[in-house]
Nanobody, 124 residues
Framework: QVQLVESGGGLVQAGGSLRLSCAAS????????MGWFRKAPGMERGFVAL????????YYADSVKGRSTISRDLAKNTVYLQMNTLKPEDTAVYYC?????????????????WGQGTQVTVSS
C-alpha cells in the first residue's frame, strides 16, 4: 500500500510564498517520478511540476516556471514544492502524485498514486 500525504497549504496574500510537502510511504520510490498537480474550481487538474526521483531532473509548467522549485529529500521520502510570488490564479487544491514508470509524464492520467490534496488560497 502506498500513501502520499501533502501538507503546507494555506491562505497567503499575493506576492507571498508557500512550501508544500509530500511525504511518501509504503515502498521505495527510487525509480518513480513525482509530480505536483493542481485543480482550481471549474478547471481540469493540471500539471505544475515534476521531479525524477533518481536523478532529480525537473520540469515545470510555464505558469509557475521561475516562481516555483520542486525538490526531493531521498532520506525522508519527501517531495517539496516551493512557490514564490504567488498570484490569485495559483489558488487551487494541490495534489502530489507518483508515476510508477520512469518516463516523463505531465498528464495526470499517467500517475498512479495520489495524495488527498492541500488547499492553497492566494488573496489579492
Amino acid at each position: 500500500q502506498v500513501q502520499l500525504v501533502e501538507s503546507g497549504g494555506g491562505l497567503v496574500q499575493a506576492g507571498g510564498s508557500l512550501r508544500l510537502s509530500c511525504a511518501a510511504s509504503g515502498r521505495t520510490f527510487s525509480s518513480y517520478n513525482m509530480g505536483w498537480f493542481r485543480k482550481a474550481p471549474g478547471m481540469e487538474r493540471g500539471f505544475v511540476a515534476l521531479i525524477t526521483w533518481s536523478r532529480g531532473i525537473v520540469y515545470y509548467a510555464d505558469s509557475v516556471k521561475g516562481r516555483s522549485t520542486i525538490s526531493r529529500d531521498l532520506a525522508k521520502n519527501t517531495v517539496y514544492l516551493q512557490m514564490n510570488t504567488l498570484k490569485p490564479e495559483d489558488t487551487a487544491v494541490y495534489y502530489c502524485a507518483a508515476d510508477r514508470t520512469s518516463s516523463i509524464h505531465t498528464t495526470p492520467q499517467a500517475y498512479y498514486y495520489w495524495g488527498q490534496g492541500t488547499q492553497v488560497t492566494v488573496s489579492s
